[in-house]
């Protein structure tokens, strides 16, 4: 015979229309994720057209 026994509780039923679910401002690390990916998918297309091209240097900007 089993010294516990445990009843199944069943979450409270919702009335009522759901509140809107808020929209989070995505996390820093995300976002520097997806500039890798954006400049690695850069990179492979060009790779895939034949041209190997190199990124101009900028000019000095005056301050």
């Given at each position: ?19 809107p ?11 520097i994720?997806?500039?890798?990916v954006?400049?690695?998918?850069k ?14 240097p ?6």
């Amino acid at each position: 015979m089993p010294v516990f026994t445990f009843e199944k509780i069943t979450p409270p039923v919702r009335r009522g229309p759901l509140p809107p679910i808020e929209k989070k401002q995505r996390g820093v690390i995300v976002q520097i994720l997806d500039r890798f990916v954006e400049a690695r998918v850069k990179r492979s297309l060009r790779e895939e057209k034949g041209v190997i091209a190199r990124p101009q240097p900028k000019p000095p900007q005056p301050e």
